[in-house]
C-alpha cells in the first residue's frame, strides 16, 4: 500500500470520527440548533438595523444641505435688506437714506398762515386805514439731502404770498450745491439763505416774533438775507462759528443788459464766549461790504423796511433811491441764555457812498444807525445754541402735547424794542436836494408777543405791535410822521 493511499484512508477516518462525534453531540445537545438559528436572526437584524442607519445618515445629510441652503438663503435675503434704502422720519420729516448713510433725500416745507388787524394808524395828524387780512407768509416745499457722503443739496420753492420772501418773478428760495468734505470747512454755491446777522441765522421757525426786526431787515439789503445768489465758506464747532460770502442778485432778479449784477462781501464770526448746561453767552461780529450796487442798469440803493407786519405792504420808513457809488454795513451781536430765560441784540451802522451831486463836489456818504434788543421766558421747554448756524433754535418743549391732553408742550412771554434810523443827520429845515442827505425817518417798535409749541413742528404766535416813524418829508420841515397799532397772528406747521 502506497504512502498516499494511507494518507488518504487516514482522512477518510478521521472525517468520519468527526462526523460521528458531531452527531453525537448534536444527539445529546439539541438546544445549540435553536442557539445557531437564533444567531442567524440576529445578524439579519444587524444588517436591517444597519441598512436603517445607511438611510438615516441619508436623510441628515440631505436634512444639512437643506438647512445649509435656508441659511444661505436667508443670509442673501438679509444682505439685500441691509443695501436696501432706509426709510427715515426725523423731526417729522420723511425721507430715505442708503444703507452706508452717504446718500440721502428728504422732504422739508414750511407753512406760516398770518392774520393780521390794524387797530389804529395816523399819518401826520390823520386818520390812515392799512389792509387787515390773511397772508401767507411763506409756503415752503422742498427737498434737501447728499450724495456720496460729502455732497449736499437743497431745492426749495416758496409759494408764500409776500413779496417779501421771493420776487414775483420767482418762487426759488433755495436752490443750491455744498461739499463738505474739508469737515469742519464747508462751501456753499447757489441762491442760498446767507446767514449774516444773528437775527438772519435763526430760522424763520424759530424766531421770537412773526417778523424779524427792522434793523437787520434793512442791512440784508446790502447782499445777504433770502434766496441770494451767492458762493460761499463756513466752518465751524461746539463754540465758534466763522463764514464769508460772496453774493449777488436775489433769484428772479432781471440779468438783461451788459451791466454786471449786484455783488456785495460777506462776513460774519461769532463764538460762545461761555457754555454750560444752564447758561450761555454770544458775541459776534458782522460785515457786508456792497461792492457794485444795481437795481437795473443804475447804480442804485434802498433801505426800508415795513413797520414789522407784512399783511399790507405800505412801507413808512424807507430812504427811497439812493444813487450810489458803494455801501457798508457793520454790526455786532449777543446773545445770553440762563436756564428759561432768553435775550439777543444786534447793533448795526449803515453807510453808502453816494455820487458826486456836481462835477466839483464830492459826494456826501451817508451814515444810518439801527439796533434792537429782544427777550423771552419760556414755560415747558427753552431755546438751545445750534453750532451749525451760530444762533439758537426755537422753544424746545420739554414734553410735547399728547392726545391724553397730560402734556401741553411749552409756551413763550417775549417783548422786544427797535430803533433805526434812516435820516443822515441834515439840519432840520434843509431839503434833500440841497444836503445830499436823505429823510428816510425814525422808526422806534415796541412788540409783546405770546408763542405756544405744542410740538417741535407746530407753534402758534399772537404779537401786539406799537410802532412810531417820526419822518420828514423831502423839504426837510414838512411832518411825514407815522404811528400805528396791530394785533397779527400767525399759525405754524414746519418739517
Known amino acids: ?19 460521528m462525534t458531531g452527531a453525537i453531540f448534536l444527539a445529546a445537545n439539541p438546544g445549540f440548533a435553536q442557539t445557531a438559528s437564533q444567531m442567524d436572526r440576529l445578524e439579519q437584524q444587524i444588517r436591517d438595523l444597519q441598512q436603517q442607519l445607511q438611510g438615516m445618515r441619508a436623510e441628515v445629510t440631505t436634512t444639512q444641505q437643506q438647512v445649509q441652503k435656508s441659511q444661505d438663503d436667508m443670509k442673501k435675503v438679509q444682505t439685500d435688506v441691509a443695501g436696501a434704502p432706509k426709510v427715515t422720519f426725523a423731526n417729522g420729516r420723511p425721507g430715505w437714506v442708503s444703507a ?33 387780512g390773511v397772508n401767507a407768509r411763506r409756503a415752503r416745499l422742498g427737498v434737501l439731502g447728499k450724495v456720496a457722503g460729502d455732497w449736499g443739496y437743497g431745492l426749495i420753492l416758496d409759494f408764500g404770498g409776500t413779496t417779501d420772501s421771493t420776487p414775483s418773478s420767482s418762487i426759488i428760495e433755495n436752490a443750491y450745491i455744498s461739499y463738505n468734505g474739508f469737515r469742519p470747512v464747508g462751501i456753499d454755491f447757489g441762491y442760498i439763505d446767507v446767514p449774516w446777522t444773528l437775527d438772519e441765522a435763526t430760522s424763520s421757525n424759530d424766531i421770537m416774533f412773526l417778523e424779524r426786526a427792522t434793523p437787520g431787515v434793512v442791512a440784508t439789503a446790502f447782499g445777504t438775507g433770502d434766496n441770494r445768489a451767492a458762493l460761499g465758506i463756513h466752518s465751524n464747532d461746539d463754540r465758534y462759528w466763522a463764514g464769508f460770502y460772496l453774493t449777488g442778485p436775489t433769484s428772479g432778479a432781471s440779468h438783461s443788459g451788459s451791466n454786471m449784477s449786484q455783488l456785495a462781501e460777506a462776513a460774519r464770526f461769532t463764538y460762545q464766549v461761555y457754555q454750560g448746561s444752564d447758561m450761555s453767552l454770544h458775541l459776534g461780529l458782522d460785515g457786508t461790504y456792497l461792492s457794485n450796487p444795481r437795481n437795473g442798469a443804475a447804480h442804485q ?9 407784512r399783511v399790507d405792504p405800505t412801507q413808512f420808513l424807507t430812504t427811497g433811491t439812493v444813487n450810489a457809488n458803494s455801501g457798508t454795513v457793520g454790526g455786532i451781536e449777543a446773545a445770553a441764555a440762563y436756564r428759561n430765560v432768553f435775550a439777543q441784540g444786534e447793533y448795526y451802522h449803515y453807510s453808502i457812498d453816494q455820487f458826486a451831486t456836481s462835477a466839483t463836489a464830492p459826494s456826501p456818504t451817508l451814515g444810518f444807525d439801527g439796533a434792537y434788543i429782544q427777550a423771552s421766558y419760556s414755560i415747558g421747554g427753552k431755546r438751545k445754541y445750534n453750532p ?7 422753544v424746545i418743549p420739554d414734553h410735547p402735547m399728547d392726545s391724553s391732553f397730560s402734556n ?24 434833500q436836494a440841497s444836503t445830499g442827505g436823505v429823510f428816510g425817518g425814525k422808526q422806534q417798535g415796541y412788540t409783546l408777543g405770546i408763542n405756544w409749541y405744542p410740538n417741535t413742528n407746530v407753534r402758534f404766535m399772537l404779537d401786539y405791535i406799537h410802532e412810531d416813524v417820526d419822518k420828514l418829508a423831502s423839504d426837510g420841515v414838512t411832518p411825514n410822521n407815522a404811528h400805528l397799532d396791530a394785533i397779527a397772528a400767525r399759525a405754524q406747521f414746519a418739517f
Do not use: I
Open 388 to 394: 451749525g448756524s451760530g444762533a439758537y433754535s426755537g
Open 301 to 309: 440803493v434802498t433801505l426800508s423796511d415795513r413797520p414789522e407786519l
Open 408 to 431: 401741553w408742550g411749552a409756551l413763550e412771554f417775549a417783548a422786544r424794542y427797535s430803533y433805526t434810523d434812516l435820516n443822515d443827520n441834515v439840519a432840520s429845515g434843509s431839503s
Open 1 to 19: 500500500m502506497s504512502l498516499t493511499h494511507a494518507v488518504k484512508r487516514t482522512l477518510r477516518h478521521t472525517l468520519l470520527c468527526s462526523v
Open 100 to 132: 452706508d448713510g452717504r446718500n440721502s433725500v428728504q422732504l422739508t416745507g414750511r407753512l406760516h398762515m398770518d392774520f393780521g388787524d390794524y387797530l389804529s394808524v395816523k399819518r401826520s395828524g390823520s386818520n390812515q386805514s392799512l389792509q387787515d
